[in-house]
C-alpha cells in the first residue's frame, strides 16, 4: 500500500522539493583546516582592538546588579533541583 501525498492528484513532477536556501547555494569545496584558516586570517585582520571590544552584557553590568543576576541563576537552580528532589521523593 502506497500513500498518496499528492494534491488532486497533480504529478509531483510541477512541484518538486529543492532543499532549502543552504542546499541551494553553491559553496566552494573547503576542509575543516581551510575554514579554521580563513576564520583565523579574518580574526587577525580586525587586530587586538577589535577583540578587546567583545564584552559580554554581564560584563557590561554594574557590580552589584552582575551579583543580583548571577545569585538570582544560582538561586532558580537550586529550587529547580529541590523541586525535582521533592517530586521523586514523594
Not at 8 to 14: L, M, Q, R, T, W
Not at 63 to 82: D, E, K, S
Amino acid at each position: 500500500m502506497t500513500a498518496n501525498n499528492h494534491r488532486n492528484d497533480e504529478p509531483s513532477s510541477g512541484r518538486r522539493d529543492k532543499g532549502t536556501v543552504l542546499d541551494r547555494m553553491q559553496m566552494p569545496p573547503m576542509s575543516g583546516d581551510e575554514a579554521l584558516r580563513r576564520f583565523h586570517k579574518d580574526r587577525e585582520a580586525g587586530g587586538p582592538q577589535s577583540q578587546s571590544n567583545e564584552t559580554t552584557e554581564l560584563a557590561k553590568l554594574h557590580p552589584a546588579m552582575r551579583f543580583v543576576v548571577v545569585a538570582g541563576t544560582f538561586i532558580l537552580i537550586v529550587a529547580a533541583l529541590l523541586g525535582v528532589l521533592y517530586l521523586i521523593g514523594s
